[in-house]
Structure formats: C-alpha cells, structure tokens
C-alpha cells in the first residue's frame, strides 16, 4: 500500500460527496490486500466502513443535505481524506455518536448486533464460546453476551491477551483452540455451550463438533474467517444436529431502510452500554501499512481506526 494524492471530482446524480473524519479498519482489509477476497486490482483504495460529514450531493439525493454526520460499511474505497459514495449506502449518524465510535462499531457492530441478537438471541443462563475475545468483532460479542446475561468463554490466541478478554466480559479465558476444548469439556461436564462465536474459520467448526465443544442441537456461528474461510463436514453437522452458520453482511442488508434500522439498532446497544467502553487505537490514515503489519503481527487487540 502507498498513499497518493487523487482528485475527487463532483458528485453524480446519486451520489454523495463525504469528508471523511475516522475510517474503521478491519481484517478483511488484509486478506482483501493479501488477494484471498477479490483479484487483484491495481489502484484500489483500501477499505469498506467510515464516518464523516457531507460536503456536496448529487441532483436526486433527497435523503442527506450538506453538514449532515453520515456513515457507512461495506463499500470499497474508505482509506482516503474525501471519497464519493451512493447516498443508499449511507446511514445518518446520530449527534451522541463520535465519528471514531461510529467508525469503530459500523461493521464491527452490525456483525455483533447481527450474530448475537438477531441470528442467535443470546439469553440468560447460556454459555457461549468466543473463539476471537480479544479481537474487533469478537470483543463486541463478548462484551453483548456477557451484558445480555450469558456465561463467556473466550479464547484468545496468547497469554499476554488474556487479561482483554476478562476485561471485555470473559468469564474463563482459554489460549488456543486446543485450551478452549478443554475448558468447554471441564466447564460444562462434556455437554458443550449453546452457541460458539468463530472469526477463526477454516477447519475451526469441524474440530468443535468432532470434540463436542457445541452441544447436541447448538449453533456455530463464523462471522470470520482470519485462518481461511469458514467450512463444515454436513455429516458432523448431521450427527451433532446443530446449526453452522456464516453470516455475510451483505445478506441482510438489501436496501437503505435496512441498513438505516440495523444501525439505529446497533447505536441503541451502545447507549445502554450493551459494548461497554470501546478501546480504540489510532493510526493516521498515512499509516494504514503500519496498521496492517501490526494486525498481521498480531501485536493490536480490540479495535482500530484511522483518522485522515
């Protein structure tokens, strides 16, 4: 990645003119850099999800004025100072909302609201396993579970994170998928939890069926995929009779009044402290290589923005 000087011409009809002020950093950034999301494309600018202000609009755009606070996720090109963007694909962000919250909870709190409380309703009295604690999206879930009553089992990938994923809300923190079976194994008497939360993908589900580690009738949700991408034997899931599932965002949101309740939803949560404190690390948009190396290194935890 190299950062360079781009003009942005005026918007089209139905497009809107944004200034961006924090920009949400995510892991599909890098495995889209890596090439294991899309081809490569020359010239591509980096990133799905940000938060700024509108500085000029398109002749049908009715929905937003100049000065309005927008967001918005999962539309390519966010790594950038002032970026053009379909006035569908915005959302209207609150006045109590900063734009580095709204960056930090755009995908990262629509995956956690969407795997937590609409797919799955996490109850009182479950138990829930969260095989990325101490990551962006995995934080919030642990933090969303554990508000809405459940007991959390994190998992986090060493030691030095184990103190995170108790401060997020982890009940037991387990390090490595190995140490997660065993403490699900002893924690709950062989039985397994209701529901695992994976951003590990790859052969993850498959291992957690094969030891049990999901209870007869339980679900695995994969909402990433930092190791490959999600997959599970039918036969396992047969015998378990569980539910494996892998959520894409793009499957729920269809149309601009979609994505405009999910994030009403998603900021309501963060009004009554459903996320908690959300601890956010800073990198200057210039910096979005030492960004990547950091998450590649795994040497970041929790959540990260960039700031133009």
Not at 10 to 19: G, L, W, Y
Not at 63 to 90: K, N, P, W
Not at 183 to 193: F, I, K, S
């Amino acid at each position: 990645m190299r950062a360079e000087d781009r003009t942005v011409p005026a918007p089209s009809a139905d497009e809107v003119k944004v200034e961006q002020k924090a920009i949400g950093f995510n892991y599909f950034d890098v495995l889209q850099r890596r090439g294991l999301i899309s081809g490569n494309e020359p010239g591509r600018v980096m990133g799905i999800e940000g938060a700024g202000v509108v500085s000029a609009i398109g002749t049908n755009v009715t929905d937003f004025a100049v000065g309005d606070r927008v967001g918005y996720l999962r539309s390519q090109g966010a790594y950038a100072e002032t970026r053009l963007i379909a006035a569908d694909l915005l959302f209207p962000l609150p006045d109590d909302i900063s734009f580095e919250i709204a960056a930090a909870l755009t995908v990262k709190g629509f995956m956690a609201w969407l795997c937590a409380v609409r797919l799955f309703e996490v109850r009182v009295g479950q138990t829930v396993l969260v095989t990325t604690a101490a990551g962006g999206i995995g934080s919030l879930i642990t933090r969303l579970a554990a508000h809405r009553g459940a007991h959390v089992i994190g998992m986090v990938g060493s030691a030095a994170k184990h103190a995170v994923a108790r401060e997020y809300g982890a009940a037991d923190v387990a390090v490595g998928l190995d140490g997660a079976i065993d403490m699900v194994a002893r924690l709950t008497t062989g039985n397994g939890v209701d529901v695992v939360f994976d951003g590990i993908g790859a052969d993850t589900a498959d291992r957690l069926l094969a030891a049990g580690t999901v209870r007869e009738g339980g679900t695995i949700t994969s909402f990433g995929a930092s190791s490959g991408w999600p997959k599970a034997d039918p036969e396992a899931v047969a015998r378990r009779r569980a539910t494996v599932l892998a959520p894409q965002a793009l499957a729920y949101l269809k149309s601009a009044d979609e994505l405009r309740v999910a994030m009403a939803d998603v900021f309501t949560l963060y009004r009554s402290n459903a996320f908690g404190e959300i601890p956010l690390t800073r990198y200057a948009l210039r910096d979005a290589a030492a960004l990547h190396q950091d998450v590649e290194r795994r040497t970041t935890a929790g959540i990260s923005v960039l700031v133009p």
